[in-house]
């Protein structure tokens, strides 16, 4: 009996009638498989299980096939990670802290240019050998901040001063309240230099002068000017005396009658000897040669009239040679200064 092509339908074909002798090689596929149907022991193989045994190799993972969401929280730990393999990109605003940063790992090169400010640098950190040549201009320079210490010896040229150096001889020269008072000192006078026309007020002042510094050697008019006085009684008595024969010295005061800077006194002298060998002696001080007043007679008031020069203090040495009641009798007529 011939059959035709296709004759033979499923409902032909008797239960468990397609034996695996007829079924031809590679003849069933995908499609002749149901749901399910392959189990554990239709395989020639071990079937996978949980955790796999053995694990996968790379190769049997497929290129991109392992996404952020099959890696497990802290699963990529630093020997996982390449080289070089994280960029700028793969790091998070804020995650690279000061604690992540190895020492020494900031370099300069890897500072952009204007990245540190006044708050990055730590107060007294810039030391003279960090600063550049011609670093520091006069911008930055604080007012006030420039101090003696701070200036080298000799650095200040004229070419530095805003003001013209004085030259010699001064123009113009110094006036009067250009010299403070007590200044014009002995030293500083040219012997001869204070002439008639100087001890009138000039440009150099009375009190511009140190008490007693013009002295004889710095007038060119002897002792200078003389200033009268009207006496009208004697200054100076007997009972103002020690009359023991003794140089009694600074006895005789007379700084509250003479002013300051008197170089000499005019004195009249009376003076009453009881014997011839009787005397009155003064004299400046004890390196200067005294003045004697007696005479050969017997009692009799003898008067003198007296030039001689006074120190600063206005205080004279004398010496009485007469121990009874004589009269002496001084009066200041005058100085000179």
Same mark, same amino acid.
């Given at each position: ?79 996982? &990670? !390449?080289? $070089? @393999?994280?960029? %700028?990109?793969? #790091? *998070?605003?804020? /995650? =690279?802290?000061? +604690? ?78 250009? &010299? !403070?008072? $007590? @200044?014009?000192? %002995?030293?500083? #006078? *040219?012997?001869? /230099? =204070?002439?008639? +026309? ?89 390196? *200067? ?49």
């Amino acid at each position: 009996m011939t059959l035709k092509p296709y004759e033979v339908k499923t409902v032909n074909i008797a239960t468990k009638a397609v034996t695996e002798e007829k079924i031809g090689d590679k003849a069933i596929e995908a499609r002749h498989i149901a749901e399910g149907a392959v189990t554990p022991d239709k395989l020639t193989i071990t079937p996978v299980s949980r955790p796999l045994t053995p694990g996968l190799d790379t190769a049997e993972i497929k290129d991109a096939a392992v996404t952020s969401t099959k890696i497990a929280p802290n699963a990529v730990t630093t020997d996982h &990670i !390449a080289a $070089d @393999a994280v960029a %700028t990109d793969d #790091i *998070k605003d804020g /995650a =690279v802290t000061r +604690d992540k940063i190895r020492d020494g790992a900031v370099t300069k090169e890897k500072m952009a240019d204007g990245t540190i400010g006044t708050a990055e640098i730590i107060d007294g950190a810039i030391t003279a050998p960090k600063l550049g040549t011609n670093s520091v201009t006069s911008a930055k320079i604080a007012a006030g901040a420039v101090k003696t210490g701070e200036i080298a010896d000799a650095a200040i040229t004229p070419a530095k001063l805003s003001f013209a150096i004085p030259t010699r001889p001064l123009v113009p020269p110094i006036v009067a309240a250009e &010299i !403070a008072t $007590d @200044a014009v000192e %002995t030293a500083k #006078i *040219k012997n001869q /230099a =204070v002439t008639n +026309d100087k001890l009138a007020m000039n440009s150099v002042e009375t009190e511009k002068i140190k008490d007693g510094e013009v002295t004889p050697a710095k007038a060119s008019v002897g002792f200078g000017r003389y200033v009268p006085r009207p006496a009208a009684v004697w200054d100076l008595q007997s009972a103002n005396f020690t009359r023991d024969g003794n140089w009694h010295v600074d006895g005789m005061d007379l700084s509250s009658i003479v002013p300051v800077g008197a170089i000499a006194i005019a004195l009249q002298i009376e003076y009453a000897q009881t014997t011839s060998d009787s005397y009155l002696i003064f004299r400046q001080n004890d390196t *200067k040669l005294p003045i004697r007043l007696n005479n050969q007679v017997g009692i009799q008031i003898n008067s003198f009239n007296v030039i001689m020069p006074i120190d600063a203090d206005r205080l004279i040495d004398y010496a009485v040679n007469d121990s009874l009641d004589v009269v002496i009798g001084v009066a200041v007529l005058g100085w000179f200064i």
